[in-house]
Nanobody, 128 residues
């Protein structure tokens, strides 16, 4: 599978950040796989934001659950992240990734690019 993130590189504070992950070489409805969003702020560790399962069920990190939404478009084989009311602390490289259900505990506790298949990432800056 190949994953490619796209979206605006610059977002103003208080706005909604919207990113899309286009998937090729696999279907986002493939049984057993979870389609994830992770970010890495400058100088910090990777942070898991949430994922949408092959079934369509969605799971969010408790840290972000009040401000994040993940959805999918199966006809386009892509999934979307929305992060509401962003602040400058939302400046980060945002990644989408495919992980197997067996890998989800590891992803939630300590995200690593060695877990699953990742896109190349897209830089998002939150600034007025």
């Amino acid at each position: 599978a190949q994953l490619q993130e796209s979206g605006p590189g610059l977002v103003k504070p208080s706005q909604t950040l919207s990113l899309t992950c286009a998937v090729s070489g696999d279907s986002i409805t493939s049984p057993g796989y979870y389609w994830s969003w992770i970010r890495q702020p400058p100088g910090e560790d990777l942070e898991w934001l949430g994922y949408i399962a092959y079934s369509g069920s969605v799971y969010y990190s408790p840290v972000f659950s009040s401000r994040v939404s993940i959805s999918r478009d199966t006809s386009k084989n892509q999934f979307t992240l929305r992060l509401f009311a962003v602040t400058p602390e939302g400046t980060a490289v945002y990644y989408c990734a495919r992980v197997h259900v067996d890998q989800t505990p590891s992803l939630r506790s300590h995200a690593s690019k060695t877990t699953g298949r990742w896109g190349q990432g897209t830089q998002v800056t939150v600034s007025s």
